[in-house]
């Protein structure tokens, strides 16, 4: 199988650079994005926010392997990934209006000694000990996902007055340099794990230095900001959840999201007992995983700027994924178990979210209101986490132990439903002209969803 990896692993990622070049002549002219001043306060906040985004990508392709590591069942290691995926979904509907009321800048050097104390909770083989190192890592995500963006926003227009349009810019080169910070934290991750013979936990102790870098940066370089007014929790929900009831279209994004996140939450979980077993490169499949996205988001660049309609690529993206997971349900057939022919479904899995997060991401910023997005972003995360959690569950009932099979055949289900809703969903998009631009800035890389979660 590790010649498969490997050889994958050049030909996707030749694939990806080519795309991405291609993609980058596309993008609109972001010429007047060139001010030097704007260059410079925007090199200060990537050399906190990327260092911060490496130490969690750091994170990413040996969280399972290590709870086995320690001798834990895979039904329990579903249970330890519950608790990060609640602990992330309660405290994502907080974060933001904790940032904005005790101040981002004090947010964000929380992260950074929260995901630190996570990453230490690591070297203990005890189950408590294990859930806790969760929970606080989930908390810690949740503020790495609210706290630095909402820091940015607020410099940007309020302190330095740039033109909001830039705001774009930033997020655009973001999107681009996560998705090779992911691809080089796998190879790094290989190294030290694999190559030094340094175990599964060395990883998350090489992300420490990282985290406590951020946290310099942060508290040196930065400055405070607060929110301009106060916001009541209660009233933000309730307006939330009126603006996805009042929206046909608002309702139908909700419902594709949590049917299509809910499958990349559980193949989180999946993707290392399927693969395992034949002994890869974890380090090196999660960079495999990684240039598959890059791919797909440069293919979604691509098309998109051939006025090919974003609901279109959005509904490519969840037929894909969903042939993927039917190959998956072949490939992981107790009596014919083909481990290679997994690889190959979950790399095309990747490369269906790589065109899914920009397609949504667009959508989102078109159909939902401003004033109500983070309140209605809020209500799309429960169903999301409800999902993937009660999936994650049923490995605790006896048909469903060491029945990963079936947890595709689940996947699938909810695959094809998201579909059926996409159908719907482009019909009402028809008759909305807002949804017809083309070459839409991608302005997010995996809209949160980590792949240590």
Known sequence: MMVIVYGCFIAFGMVAVVLQAMAYKTRPDVSEGNNPQFLKFQRGY?????TAMFADWLQGPYLYKLYSYYGFQEEQIAVLYVFGFASTVIIGMWAPLAADQFGRKKLCLSFTVLYSVSCLLKLSRSYGILILGRVIGGVATSVLFSAFEAWYVHEHIETHDFPKEWIAVTFAKASTWNGVLAVTAGIVTNIVSEWFYMGPVAPYMLAIPFLIFAGILVSTHWIENYSGSKVKFKKVCADGFKGIMSSEMIFMVGVIEALVESVIYIIIFLWTPILDPSKPSLGIVFSCFMVCILAGQGLFQILSSKHIDVPVLLLSSCGIALLANLLCVHSTDPESRNPNLSFIALCMFQFGVG???????????HIIPEQHR???????RVPINLISCIVLMLLHEDMFKHGNRMIFVICSGLLTLSLLCG???????????????????????????????
Do not use: C, H, V
């Open 355 to 365: 065109i899914y997060f920009p397609a949504m991401g667009y959508l989102r910023s």
């Open 423 to 453: 159908l719907r969903f482009f019909k009402l998009a028809k008759e909305d002209e807002s949804l017809k631009q083309s070459s839409p800035l991608m302005t997010t890389n995996n809209n949160g969803i980590r792949f240590d979660s």
């Open 374 to 380: 983070w309140s209605i972003m809020n209500w799309f």
């Open 46 to 50: 990537f050399a906190a926010y990327l």
